[in-house]
């Protein structure tokens, strides 16, 4: 590794810890360093919306207590990196609370994997109480706390996170209308034919959906300690009354502290976040970065970031055997899932706004597609349908002419 300081990743999310993890199994035996800026250890995300939500579930750690001192990992948590100097190949770490408490540590290999932060509905920075955004641990707890005694609930933004915010506070008993300026929920994803079904789903569970229309104005009622989320407006006049609003219009890479590193960033147009080469290395020969702040060129070698729990293990496994040398576990079909209601959504492939859809069952409720680009399949899409959608993994690991399935 040609220094003395190990490996320092920054983010102690899923990225961080399967690097961490990764290197440690390959056999690497130099230092590693985990720098969280949250108080918590690694824990998963995705049942922040679901399991976490409902109160069914408590944080669900990624690793046992026992596992960092097991693994000689140096967790760090309530630590933020406000900088990087690559020429030192040194991090100014502050102390979260007190952020004039600082430390310098230096690396030898550096994964950044700072994941993502949510956008907030513009104008309104917080300060409202009922209104919520949802990526952390704290932030769950905080939404679960007031879904309780809530009258009515206004979701913004039908992606997947939206979705499954509005299924497990209408799930709950509290009356939620969904508001999605696209024609219909998931439409920038899965495109407006699987949106429809989308639809038809949270309806049939006494969702009131309003797609197609924008939100114009969160209201607020009150002053000071005491101001408080009542309502939001629509851009077609309709005013929603609300003690509970979630903002899920999408969220932000965290890459603030690497202003004047040099580390290069990917535009914007392009997705944003760290630019990577094909195995997540950065601009700078030492410097790694993984899941879903990072940029990497995929196989054409456009740039790419996803934002997919699968896509970020398999990157760690790239990054990590980048640096020890090994051979990573790449997935051959890339996968997401999303929970909605008593449905698992699945999504297996590519599937591209653009792509034809072919619907080839639905009863209803559950229901299978496969999407077609120039006559080859791309992506099957299924709600209900693990066995279904798990059986196409072998005819879009090649090119698989769509007429051979439909
Ligand atoms: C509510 C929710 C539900 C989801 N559900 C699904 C699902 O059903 N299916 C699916 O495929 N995917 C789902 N995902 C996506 C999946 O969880 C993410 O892709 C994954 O968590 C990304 O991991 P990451 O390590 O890149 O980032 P993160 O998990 O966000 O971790 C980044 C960490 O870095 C820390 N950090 C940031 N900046 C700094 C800094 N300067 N210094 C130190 N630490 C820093 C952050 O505090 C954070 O803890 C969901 C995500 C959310 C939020």
């Known amino acids: 590794m040609g220094q003395n300081a190990g490996v320092v990743i920054v983010g102690a999310g899923l990225g961080g810890i399967r690097v961490a993890e990764a290197v440690r ?6 230092p590693v360093t985990l720098i969280g800026a949250e108080a918590h250890p690694p824990y998963d995300r995705p049942p922040l919306s679901k399991g976490v939500l409902a109160g069914k579930q408590e944080r669900p750690d990624l690793k046992p207590e026992n596992f960092f001192a097991d693994s000689s990992i140096d967790l760090r948590t309530g630590r933020t ?12 770490v502050a102390e979260a ?9 230096a690396y030898g290999k550096l994964v950044l994997a700072t994941g993502l932060t949510p956008r907030t509905f513009p104008g309104v920075d917080g300060g409202l109480s009922g209104l919520h955004t949802l990526r952390t641990i704290d932030e769950a707890l905080a939404l679960r706390a007031e879904i309780d005694g809530a009258r009515s609930a206004v979701v913004i933004g039908a992606g997947f996170i939206g979705c499954e915010v509005a299924a497990t506070i209408r799930e709950h008993g509290v009356p939620v209308t969904l508001v999605e300026p696209a024609p219909t929920p998931l439409a920038a994803a899965l495109g407006e034919q699987i949106g429809a079904l989308v639809t038809r789903l949270h309806v049939g569970n006494d969702v009131d959906v309003r797609a197609g229309v924008g939100v114009t104005e969160i209201v607020g009622g009150g002053a000071g300690p005491d101001a408080k989320v009542t309502a939001v407006r629509l851009d077609d006049g309709t005013e929603l009354p609300a003690d509970i609003v979630v903002v899920g219009i999408g969220s932000i890479p965290v890459v603030d502290f690497l202003d004047g590193s040099g580390i290069a ?13 094909g195995s997540g290395k950065t601009s700078d020969e030492d410097v790694y970065a993984v899941g879903d702040v990072a940029n990497w060129l995929d196989d054409e070698g456009n740039p790419k970031r996803v934002e997919h729990w699968n896509h970020v293990v398999e990157q760690a496994s ?3 055997a980048a640096i020890t040398g090994g051979e990573p576990v790449r997935g051959a079909v890339p996968y997401f899932w999303s929970d909605q209601f008593d449905v698992k959504i699945q999504v297996l492939g590519e599937p591209r706004v653009d792509d034809d859809v072919h619907i080839v069952d639905d009863d209803g409720k559950k229901f299978l597609a496969y999407y077609s680009r120039g006559g080859i399949l791309t992506a099957v899409v299924g709600a209900g349908k693990v066995a279904a959608v798990m059986k196409t993994r072998p005819k879009l690991m090649t090119e698989t002419p769509i007429s051979e399935l439909i």
């Not at 609370?97 to 540590?105: A, K, Q, S, W």
């Not at 960033?265 to 080469?277: F, Q, T």
């Open 25 to 30: 199994t390959a056999g690497y035996d130099g």
């Open 81 to 92: 990196v406000v900088s990087v100097d690559p020429s030192a190949h040194t991090l100014i």
């Open 97 to 105: 609370g007190d952020p004039e408490r600082t430390e310098t540590v």
């Open 265 to 277: 960033l990917a535009e914007p147009s392009a997705g944003g976040g760290i630019a990577c080469d």
């Open 318 to 320: 790239v990054v990590a």
